[in-house]
């Protein structure tokens, strides 16, 4: 059997952006993604703290250690420069690994650099 496990969270991010005339996605600091190890591409769901609302889009690489966080195309309608977010991916792993694995956790700031990582 496989378990569907969380493999990446980016704790407290603040949307930096939102481009509604983009193809869609979430543009993320290239610093965050490595550190994070999610992948360009890579599916994520973000999920607002400001307005409750959860999406699912992929990410984009933005230039690393610019802090940002741009939600593109119809993602930009969920959330406003300013809004506090959670970026998660996810990885399937059999029963036995699901058991013992530990995802990266990362907590940033107010200029969403690394606070703490886990």
Known sequence: MKRTILKSKIH???????????????????TL???????????????????????????IEAPAHSGTICMNGAAARLACP???????????VDEKQARA?????LHLDEANKINKKL
Do not use: M, Q
């Not at 190890?37 to 990410?59: C, F, M, Q, W």
């Not at 809004?83 to 399937?92: A, E, G, P």
């Open 101 to 105: 694995y530990k995802p990266t956790l």
């Open 33 to 59: 993604l490595t550190s994070a190890d999610i992948l360009p591409y890579e599916k994520v769901h973000v999920l607002n703290l400001n307005n409750g609302s959860r999406v699912e889009t992929y990410a």
């Open 12 to 30: 407290n991010a603040v949307v930096t952006d939102a481009k509604l005339e983009y193809e869609g996605s979430i543009s993320i600091d290239k």
């Open 82 to 92: 300013g809004d506090r977010i959670i970026i998660l991916s996810y990885v399937l």
